[in-house]
Each structure stands twice: as structure tokens, then as C-alpha cells.
């Protein structure tokens, strides 16, 4: 899997906010992390990303789709979410 679009929950719209944010490939977005992502693309790209896009990010860094995280997780992300 090389491009971004190759993982579970990115389309092309996710996928070409990640570029902007300079992430190309699915391995800068793990090291990056979902949540350090999404924190860029609000100050970068589009300011109204929501919980969605974390839950999906982080789907696709753990390459499952968004409604398998675990309950931990998604509690998680969304604490996180709150803090934006």
C-alpha cells in the first residue's frame, strides 16, 4: 500500500487535505498519527474537519474501517476532539 487512498476510510477528499498538510504516503500518516493529522488539517486546510474525519483517520492508520475502533479509542479521539 502506497498511496493513502489504498487504506480503509480515505477518499479522495481526505486524501488530498492529508497532501496539503504534506502527508503523501500511509506510513508518514502512522507516524504522524490520526490525531496530530487532523489537528493540522483544522489549522492548514479546512477548519470545519470533524470527529469523523479523526475516527476515519484513525481507522485507517489501525486499517480497519472507523466503526471498528474500539470504545477506548473512539473515547479517546473524541476527548481529544473536544480540545480543539
Given at each position: ?16 487535505n492529508l497532501r496539503k498538510i504534506g502527508v503523501e504516503t500511509p506510513e508518514q500518516l502512522r507516524k ?53
Amino acid at each position: 500500500m502506497n498511496r493513502l487512498t489504498d487504506l480503509p476510510n480515505i477518499g479522495p477528499v481526505l486524501a488530498a487535505n492529508l497532501r496539503k498538510i504534506g502527508v503523501e504516503t500511509p506510513e508518514q500518516l502512522r507516524k504522524l498519527g490520526s490525531m496530530e493529522a487532523l489537528r493540522r488539517i483544522r489549522v492548514q486546510v479546512d477548519p470545519g474537519a470533524c470527529l469523523n474525519q479523526l475516527q476515519a483517520l484513525e481507522g485507517a492508520i489501525e486499517g480497519i474501517p472507523k466503526k471498528e475502533l474500539a470504545a477506548e479509542k473512539r473515547e479517546e479521539l473524541r476527548a481529544f476532539f473536544q480540545t480543539l
